[in-house]
């Protein structure tokens, strides 16, 4: 059973362009959905008896599941007359558009662990999420803003840094991630204002005033801290236990 908006956004774009809707779980009508893909094609190229196919795409939006499905279709009809002559290319490459750099970031192109500020995507999320799927998703109580928001996700995923403060970095960089898999559900509306639009007029939020970002940073430091002079402290025990086994030997 097709979801209200999909139809809704199916009717929209045949308006535009050839539009086939394809979901890589629905493996039951595959056949079916390949035989219609494949038929769109064909009208394309009119009377040219071979066609070179080829997905593109942004991140993490089924074209790898397509791709193979599509294969295995076209290797099972080879030999009929009809599919004579498609030729599926492997992994064309994605599309990334001239989008600003929040939009390429919701859209999966880049990596949550190589953004500097995952802080300002995270800000756009919560503007585009309902606030009751954010809430259900992770289950923690009702925020006023993203500041609070990250709170109460380090506070579950007991994410915090020296002195008992919350890992706003590392934490926005899980929500991202969680984003990208598909654990956060969204969809745009037909009638609603474009996401790119919107992610235009996005600012870095100013919730988190100065004392707080002096105390984060404070934080991390005293985090990374822990962590060197740990690495030290085994680089010291390791040294004694090789300087031990050295003097040993000499005295043999």
Known sequence: M????????????CKEFPTVLFSSIAE??????????????????????????????YPNVGKTALQATLNKF??????????KGLKLLENVGVVFGQDNPN??????VKYPDDLSDPYVPVHAIIKRVPKHELLLTYEIADFANT??????????????????????????????NDWIAGKIKYHQDLNME?????????????????????????????K????EKKGKDDEDEEFG?????????EKK
């Open 2 to 13: 097709l979801s209200t908006p999909l139809i809704e956004w199916h009717q929209h774009l």
């Open 28 to 57: 039951s009508d595959d056949d079916t959905k390949c035989v219609e893909l494949i038929k769109v094609v064909r009208e394309q190229c009119k009377d040219k008896a071979n066609a070179t196919l080829g997905i593109a795409g």
């Open 74 to 83: 076209l290797l099972a009809k080879k030999d009929q007359d009809e599919y």
């Open 103 to 108: 939009s390429v970031i919701l859209k999966n």
């Open 147 to 176: 500041q609070e928001f990250l709170a109460s996700v380090a506070a579950l995923k007991k994410n915090f840094l020296k002195g008992g403060l919350p890992d706003y970095d590392s934490t926005a960089k899980m929500v991202l």
């Open 194 to 222: 474009e996401d790119d639009e919107k992610d235009d007029a996005y600012e870095v939020p100013s919730e988190m005033d100065s004392s707080d970002m002096e105390d984060e940073e404070k934080g991390k430091k005293g």
């Open 224 to 227: 990374k801290g822990e962590k």
């Open 241 to 249: 236990e090789d300087a031990g086994d050295s003097e040993d030997s």
